[in-house]
C-alpha cells in the first residue's frame, strides 16, 4: 500500500504529466499531413466570463486541475479536481446560476482525470489515471462501483477522457504511460457492461480529447504530443475504425490539444493545454474563432482543459486552472449542444 507521501507525489507528476515535452513521431495509416489550420486566434473572439472559482492550488499537491465538466439532469455542473489530495473533494457541483459549489465525492486514492454520465444507467463515471480503473458513482456521490479493472492486451490503461454511444458503451482516450518521445497510447472501446475490450486505433502520441461526430458515425480523437486532431470512421457496429486520418493540425505555439466537445452542428471544439483558451473549428476544419477568458484575468491561468455544452441550448461551460487556481467559465456555443457534447 503507498504512503501518503508517494500518492501525493503520484498525484502531482499526474498534473504535471501534461507540460512533458511533445513527441515528434507520426501516428495514424495516411502519410499526408492535416490541413493546417490558420494560427492561433484566427477568427472571431468568443469572449468567456467567469462564473466561478472553485479551487485553489492545494498545500498536499501544490496545485488544482479541473477538469472534466458535465451537467447532470437537475441543472448543477460536475467537475473533477485531479490534484485533490485525499479527503478534499474530487468531484465536485457547481451551480450554474449562482456559481456556488460543493463537494459530492472524496476518496483516499484516486486522481480522476474525467467524468462523464452514461445513457444508459444515468450514473457518472470517472476514470482514475493511477490505477487504471473507471469507476462509477451515483450523482448523489453514492454506490461508488468498480466499472472496469484490469489489463487491455496485456498492459493497464492511464484513462483520460470518455465519450458514450447512445448504448452506452464507452471510448476512453488511454495514454498508456506517456512517455516523453513515445507514441504507445491507445483508443479503448469497452462494451456497456465492461467485460469486452477492444483496442480501436494505438501508436498515438498521447491521446487526450475523443468525441463522437453529432451523427456517431466516428470519433473525433485530438493528440497531445502532435497538437493533431484526427478522425477515426468506424463500422455500423462501433467495434472497428475503417479509415483513420489527421484532419487538424493546431498551431497552437506552447499549447497542447486536450479535451474535445462537438454541438449539434458538428463544430469543434479543441481545449488548449498551456492556454486559458480553446480553438474552435469546423467539422472541415476551418478556423471559426477562439474562446478566450478576459485578459486582465488570465494571468494565473494555464490550461482550459475542457468544456460542457448545454443539451438543446447554447450556455457552454469551460474548466480553467492555472496557479491562481481552479475556475469555471461561461461562454455561448456557436450552435446548440447534444448529449454527446455535455462533457467528456
Not at 479541473?66 to 448543477?76: N, R, Y
Not at 448504448?167 to 483508443?187: F, Q, W
Not at 480523437?221 to 489527421?246: F, G, M, N, P, Q
Amino acid at each position: 500500500m503507498p504512503t501518503r507521501t508517494h500518492t501525493l507525489t503520484a498525484l502531482t507528476a499526474l498534473a504535471l504529466l501534461t507540460l512533458t515535452a511533445c513527441g515528434t513521431e507520426k501516428a495514424g495509416t495516411s502519410d499526408a499531413r492535416p490541413a493546417a489550420a490558420p494560427a492561433s486566434g484566427a477568427g472571431h473572439t468568443i469572449r468567456a466570463t467567469q462564473l466561478s472559482h472553485v479551487t485553489d492550488p492545494h498545500k498536499a499537491t501544490g496545485m488544482t486541475l479541473l477538469e472534466g465538466p458535465v451537467l447532470t439532469k437537475g441543472g448543477d455542473l460536475y467537475v473533477v479536481d485531479v490534484t485533490a489530495p485525499p479527503g478534499e473533494p474530487k468531484v465536485i457541483s457547481v451551480d450554474v446560476k449562482t456559481g456556488d459549489h460543493k463537494g459530492v465525492y472524496s476518496d483516499k486514492t484516486g486522481a480522476y482525470t474525467s467524468a462523464q454520465i452514461s445513457p444508459h444507467d444515468g450514473r457518472v463515471y470517472l476514470t482514475e489515471y493511477q490505477s487504471g480503473d473507471i469507476i462509477s458513482i451515483a450523482q448523489d456521490g453514492s454506490d461508488r462501483r468498480t466499472f472496469f479493472s484490469g489489463k487491455i492486451d496485456g498492459s493497464p490503461m492511464n484513462p483520460d477522457d470518455i465519450a458514450f454511444d447512445d448504448d452506452g458503451n464507452l471510448y476512453v482516450s488511454d495514454l498508456h504511460g506517456m512517455k516523453t518521445g513515445e507514441a504507445e497510447g491507445r483508443i479503448v472501446r469497452i462494451d456497456r457492461d465492461g467485460e469486452k475490450t477492444t483496442v480501436l486505433a494505438d501508436k498515438l502520441a498521447h491521446p487526450n480529447g475523443v468525441m463522437f461526430d453529432p451523427g456517431q458515425k466516428g470519433l473525433w480523437i485530438s493528440e497531445l504530443a502532435k497538437d493533431t486532431v484526427s478522425y477515426l470512421l468506424l463500422d455500423a457496429e462501433k467495434t472497428t475504425v475503417t479509415t483513420r486520418h489527421e484532419a487538424i493540425h493546431v498551431d497552437a505555439g506552447v499549447a497542447q490539444t486536450d479535451s474535445i466537445a462537438v454541438d449539434a452542428a458538428g463544430n469543434l471544439y479543441q481545449a488548449l493545454h498551456g492556454r486559458p483558451a480553446m480553438a474552435v473549428f469546423s467539422k472541415y476544419g476551418e478556423r471559426l474563432g477562439t474562446v478566450e477568458v478576459p485578459a486582465k484575468e488570465a494571468d494565473g491561468l494555464q490550461s482550459a482543459t475542457n468544456v460542457a455544452i448545454t443539451p438543446g441550448g447554447r450556455a457552454a461551460y469551460m474548466t480553467v486552472s492555472g496557479p491562481k487556481g481552479g475556475y469555471v467559465y461561461e461562454f455561448d456555443a456557436l450552435a446548440k449542444g447534444i448529449r454527446l457534447s455535455n462533457g467528456g
